[in-house]
């Protein structure tokens, strides 16, 4: 079974609601998802630390990462994560792992693409493999606008708070499971293995409970 880390950073909620769908994808898909969340107690003197958490992400099959977009680009703190990740480019220990990104902006002028990039500039510097999928791969009833998995729509609430929860779209947390879906199935894929439906899964976990009694 693949492991998926999905390592993100929310400040007033929606992030995070985002981050628990893609992984309800990911478990849904008949991978493992594991949620590990950026906090303030890791930042001590403005750098990053947790030694433990850079040894789970090292032991995944695939890492995703997630963040809400700050005055046009990454949220500083996990720009700190990111920038402790130096050890894991030397040691290459994410060297062709997949990797993934969401992000989520409670205004228009807080540029989710300059995020994702960032994601995506990050992954290549650690030599893995960027998830991508295809507008197809969307749900049906996500509007034109959502039409990327990985890229969230704004919400320009005047004076709403940012990441806030209550801001999130429904569509964003369908789109959120899709992604960790199709995440999951690239992982697989990669790995030469068949993913079964969460209906085949749990069928044969009766029949396996039924054998032993």
């Known amino acids: 079974m693949s492991n998926i880390a999905i390592v993100y950073y929310s400040q007033g909620g929606a992030t995070a ?7 309800q994808g ?3 898909a008949g991978a493992h998802a594991q949620l590990l969340s950026i906090e303030p107690h890791q930042l001590i003197d403005g750098q990053w630390h947790d030694e433990a958490m850079l040894t789970r992400l090292a032991a995944a099959d695939a890492i995703i990462f997630g963040a809400p977009a700050f005055q046009g680009g990454i949220a500083a703190p996990f720009k700190a994560f990111a920038d402790a990740t130096t050890g894991m480019w030397r040691a290459r220990s994410w060297r062709n ?3 993934g990104g969401f992000s989520f ?5 807080d540029d989710k693409r300059n995020t994702l990039d960032y994601f995506a500039a990050l992954a290549v510097q650690q030599g893995m493999i960027w998830a991508d999928v295809e507008a197809s791969d969307v749900p049906p009833g996500v509007s034109a606008s959502q039409r990327h998995p990985m890229d969230f729509p704004a919400v320009t ?3 709403v708070e940012v990441d806030a929860a209550y801001a999130l779209d429904p569509a964003d947390v369908i789109a959120g499971k899709q992604y960790g879906r199709n995440v999951a199935a690239l992982v697989a894929r990669l790995a030469g293995e068949v993913l079964e439906s969460p209906a085949v899964l749990a ?3 009766l029949e396996a409970a039924e054998r032993r009694l």
């Open 17 to 23: 609601m985002i981050a628990h769908s893609v992984a």
């Open 26 to 28: 990911v478990n849904d």
């Open 97 to 99: 792992k997949v990797a």
């Open 105 to 109: 902006s409670c205004r228009s002028a």
């Open 157 to 159: 609430t005047p004076g």
């Open 203 to 205: 069928r044969r976990a």
